[in-house]
């Protein structure tokens, strides 16, 4: 029987259960693009609230602060997958008003260089009143999507123990002396303008995936590595006990998205992160930083951009299936053609036996 490419697809990928790891920007700009993808190709337009697609979150950026529990990645990823992002800043809620954030200053409560809006804080609050309860971040990140049922996706966090980045720099303050800063201050007080030494994720040995975070990746029919930072969101995940051994012996095929493009960081200053664990800021680099799985890495194929199409052939030669496609996600139209991309090279890589 003759099948058009389209009618293929759709009965291919009809119940297909997608595992994306994602950091907060990059990470829900492909999300958004896969849930419509996904959608196209389910007989009811849905991608229900059931596993089709699941998102294991990096938490390595969150932190206590004025007595409240901060998850900016999980937060990013909820916004935009509700579409109450604030689109024009970048960050946050749209429609949002700082109100609070100013009495808190008047305090010296928080930082003044980390200013969460009013609805945003909101979440946090809620967020902090359940942990103190006792509820696991899992369930608390349930709980707080479930307001919003258009998100469709489902984001687990990839753990639900306090992981937390910090970054080793010289001291801007007593020179000739290192110090320690949580990675949200490096990132936003000093822009990650001081040069970082190393990442230390602190908590990390003794963490575990939270529920659900492997059993998603071993059923899963395709594993992504988003297009997001390759170091502190990307690695983080990855660095939690199990979770790296859980994505190198999944049957399905795992592809990973570029987010370097040309050489340069799209948005963001993973290049400093990159820089500071000794990779280049390359799509091919971080290509074979996360290496192939035949050679003990994460990775069976790789998309970087077509303006990277050259070395393509060098990283499939070495065990990584590359395809150049456009990696640019400045709408959503655009990110779901990227997630078709993905999709697409799955699908030539099959399944395996590991
Ligand atoms: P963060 O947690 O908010 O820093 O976000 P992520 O870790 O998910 O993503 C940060 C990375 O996303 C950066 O390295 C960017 O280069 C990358 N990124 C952002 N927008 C795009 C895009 O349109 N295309 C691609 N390929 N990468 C992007
Ligand atoms: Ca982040």
Redesign the pocket.
């Known amino acids: 029987m003759l099948l058009g490419p389209v009618v293929e697809r759709s009965s291919r990928f009809e119940s297909m259960k997608v595992v994306v790891l ?9 999300l958004r693009g896969m849930r419509a993808q996904l959608r196209r190709t389910q007989p009811d337009g849905s991608v229900g609230t059931s596993a089709e697609l699941t998102a294991i979150v ?1 938490t390595g ?1 969150d932190l206590w602060l004025a007595g409240l529990r901060i998850t ?2 999980l937060d ?1 990823i909820m916004y935009a997958l509700a579409g109450i992002n604030d689109t024009e800043r970048g ?1 946050g809620r749209v429609g949002e008003t700082e109100r609070v954030a100013g009495e808190l200053r008047e305090w010296g409560i928080g930082w003044p260089w980390f200013t969460l809006g009013d609805l945003d804080l909101s979440a946090s609050i809620a967020r902090s009143s359940w942990l103190r309860d006792g509820v696991p971040l899992h369930e608390v990140v349930e709980r707080l999507q479930a307001r919003w049922p258009e998100v469709g996706v489902r984001l687990l966090p990839a753990t639900d123990d306090e992981v937390e980045t910090h970054v080793v720099v010289d001291s801007p303050d007593s020179p000739g002396v290192t110090t320690e800063l949580h990675f949200q201050e490096w ?1 936003t007080r000093y822009r990650a303008s001081l040069p970082a030494l190393a990442f230390v994720q602190h908590g990390v040995e003794s963490a575990t995936p939270a529920p659900g975070v492997l059993e998603a990746i071993a059923v899963a029919d395709l594993i992504v590595l ?5 170091v ?3 690695g983080t995940i990855l660095a939690i006990p199990g979770l790296r051994d859980a994505v190198r012996a999944t049957s399905a095929p795992v592809v990973g ?5 040309g050489g340069a ?4 200053m ?1 290049d400093a992160c990159l820089t500071a664990i000794g990779v280049e800021t390359g799509a091919a680099a971080v290509a074979r930083h996360y290496g192939s799985r035949a050679a003990g890495g994460v990775l069976d194929g790789w998309l970087l ?1 077509t303006v990277d199409a050259a070395s393509a052939a060098g990283l499939t030669a070495e065990g990584i299936e590359t395809r150049a496609v456009p ?4 709408d959503e139209a ?2 779901a053609a ?1 997630a078709g991309d993905v999709l697409e090279l799955a699908a030539q890589l099959g399944r395996t036996t590991r």
């Open positions: 994602a950091g907060g920007v990059g990470g829900s700009r492909f990096n950026d900016p990645d990013t960050w990132w988003g297009p997001s930072n390759p502190v969101s990307i998205v570029s987010p370097i493009i960081v799209v948005r963001g993973a951009d990696l640019w996600m400045t655009l990110s990227l």
